[in-house]
Every structure is written in structure tokens, then in C-alpha cells.
């Protein structure tokens, strides 16, 4: 969840920004067309929902939802193995406990460890990063509309260092694939240009 991930690596929340938060997501489901009536009216009778159905036989673990789990952390790479096996550790504690047992997660010492040292890392850097790799581009675009200007790395500079991660994350492609990219397309054999003739010929007669 969003609010549980801001608590993790910016500040705590209190009850009345978790409950301001809540109704604003509120307004915004609206726009799909969800009926209202269908959310529990508060963030605490939200969470209590939640709770439930965390444990409850609700939720499944299919055999669609392992197969997706091992493409998602499959390394498209050696070279992100680690980065793979660190994803998967940090997503066995952030999953409810019961969702974790059924996704085979062990949620053991060795992923506690990683997640507590990895977000006592992530708060430490993040408020150093730009302003750029910190909020949506459409929110600095309306603060910068509103008279607030904040530091951040030329848009150049940015969309480059982007472009190299998604470099690194995207598997090269065969070289035999690639080269029948680029080809040509062939000519056309006499024989087949005939054909084609012959079957123009055809469509005119009828």
C-alpha cells in the first residue's frame, strides 16, 4: 500500500492523515464507477476489512498467481540475480503473512534482516536524490505552475540515467531476431510476380 510504503521511507503518518488519505481515495474510485456504499466508511473499519479477508479464504494462490510470481522475479540477466533474490525477500514481508505461506516465501531471519537493512538505507538516501526520481513529474509540473521551483537533474540528464536502467533490466535480444529486424523485406521471385498476374487477370475477367 502507498501509505505503508511513505511511513517506511519519509515519516509516520497520524490517524487523521491515514483518515484523510482514505477519503481521498475515496473520491478517486469514484471515477470507476465504484459505488460508495461498497467501502467501509472509515480508515480503521477499512483496515479491519482487510484484516479479514487477509485471513480468510478469500484470497487464493492459484496456479496463474505462482507462474506470474516466478516470471516477475525471474532475472532477466545474471548481472540482476542478487537484485531478483533482494525483491523477493522484501516482498515476502510486506505480504500479509498468510499470502506469503501461499506464495512459497520462507519470511525467515534472512529476509527480515534484508528488509529492515534496506529501508534504514532507503531513508537515509532518499531526501538526498533529486526532486525528479522523488515525485511524479505532473506533481512538479503543478507546484511549478503554483510559483514552488524545486532543485532537480535537467530532463536530458534524467531520461538518460532512465534509459540505462531500462537497458540494464531488458534481456538482449538474439542476434539472429535482431538481424531479421533490420533485413528487408525480399523481392519478389519472377514465379510469385506471374501468380500475382494471373490472379489480377482473374479479378478482371469476373
Do not use: C
Not at 506464495?103 to 531526501?127: E, K, M, N, Q
Amino acid at each position: 500500500m502507498a501509505w505503508q510504503m511513505y511511513e517506511m521511507i519519509v515519516e509516520p503518518l497520524s490517524e487523521a492523515e491515514k483518515e484523510l488519505y482514505y477519503r481521498e481515495q475515496l473520491r478517486f474510485m469514484l471515477l470507476f464507477g465504484v459505488d460508495r456504499a461498497a467501502f467501509p466508511p472509515t480508515w480503521r473499519s477499512f483496515m479491519e476489512y482487510n484484516r479479514a479477508i487477509w485471513h480468510s479464504d478469500v484470497l487464493a494462490t492459484g496456479k496463474a498467481a505462482l507462474e506470474l510470481k516466478e516470471f516477475l522475479l525471474l532475472p532477466p540477466s545474471p548481472l540482476f540475480a542478487p537484485a531478483m533474490w533482494w525483491t523477493g525477500s522484501i516482498t515476502a514481508v510486506l505480504l500479509p503473512p498468510p499470502l506469503s505461506r501461499h506464495f512459497g516465501f520462507l519470511r525467515d531471519v534472512v529476509d527480515w534482516v534484508s528488509f529492515y537493512v534496506t529501508f534504514a538505507i532507503v531513508r537515509a538516501v532518499y531526501p538526498l536524490l533529486p526532486h525528479n526520481f522523488r515525485f511524479l513529474t505532473s506533481y512538479l509540473e503543478g507546484e511549478r505552475r503554483n510559483g514552488i521551483e524545486r532543485w532537480r537533474l535537467p530532463g536530458v540528464v534524467a531520461a538518460a540515467m532512465a534509459r540505462w536502467f531500462l537497458a540494464l533490466l531488458m534481456p538482449a535480444k538474439p542476434k539472429a531476431a535482431s538481424d531479421a529486424l533490420r533485413e528487408p523485406p525480399s523481392p519478389m521471385s519472377p514465379s510469385m510476380a506471374v501468380a500475382n498476374d494471373d490472379d489480377d487477370d482473374d479479378d478482371h475477367e469476373d
